[in-house]
């Protein structure tokens, strides 16, 4: 019997003209990265599951590829670069601190196929680990921000987040801290969603009308970067964890500079 050469869907075959050039940007991409003294690191392909279970929310469980082997383990194929990095980390303790990582490899996601998604490519990571300095956060933006401009993108945007500032938001919305997880999952659908959608996700969430509009005002907050934190200052000027984040990203914003 005849079988069909064919790919599975959303994976992609790169001949010998399109591995040149991705070959040539990550080139770019490591040398720049070793430049700011980052290392190599390379994680398997496949985890135990216990170590990507519950690391990704709800749909990143859902989206991660997951199967029995041979000896009736339960593993999965990296959902990420982050969670591996994770346990490398609680695994080899005895790595010095700071420590300034890369990776470069392929991860998988079980997502519908669309243009511009694959459930196979690639991630560029770079992390620093064992230090609370800001410094270090302005590092790794001044790494991506060199990567492009090496790459010759003219226009590009570079977001900023804050844990903390997060943890402001919820804090600051009344909604309760045993919501926070929810409310992160919801707003991180913002992109792909909107306003109007991450408003429903809240309600079907549990989280009460009152609370979910704090939310959705802080998030209609546009403007400059310097707008932007003087209008969350305000709102959040009841909420330590809120307040310190607000330090630590105009901290990161003079660095930047």
Request: glycine fraction near 8%.
């Amino acid at each position: 019997m005849k079988v069909q050469p064919r790919l599975y869907k959303g994976t992609r075959d790169f001949l010998p003209e399109q591995m040149i050039k991705r070959n040539y940007v990550i080139s770019i991409i490591r040398e720049i990265f070793e430049k700011y003294g980052f290392e190599p690191l390379e994680t398997p392909t496949i985890e135990m599951w216990d170590t990507l279970s519950g690391k990704y929310g709800e749909e990143g469980d859902r989206l991660t590829y997951r199967f029995t082997d041979r000896g009736d383990r339960e593993v999965g194929l990296r959902y990420d670069l982050t969670v591996p990095f994770s346990r490398v980390m609680g695994m080899y303790p005895s790595l010095p601190k700071p420590f300034k990582r890369y990776q470069i490899q392929p991860v998988w996601r079980a997502d519908k196929p669309q243009k511009g998604r694959f459930r196979e490519f690639y991630q560029c990571d770079v992390d620093v680990v064992g230090s609370k300095s800001i410094i270090a956060d302005a590092e790794v933006v001044a790494v991506i921000a060199e990567v492009l401009r090496t790459l010759e993108f003219k226009k590009f945007t570079i977001r900023v987040n804050s844990r903390k500032v997060l943890a402001g938001i919820v804090e600051a919305s009344g909604a309760g801290a045993n919501k926070e997880m929810d409310i992160y999952r919801s707003i991180d659908k913002l992109d792909k969603i909107g306003l109007d959608g991450v408003s429903k996700e809240l309600q079907n969430r549990g989280v009460n009308e009152s609370a979910a509009n704090i939310i959705l005002d802080l998030l209609k907050v546009d403007g400059k970067n310097e707008e932007r934190l003087a209008k969350a200052t305000e709102a959040l000027k009841d909420s330590d964890s809120g307040m310190e984040g607000i330090r630590e990203v105009t901290e990161l914003f003079t660095y930047l500079e």
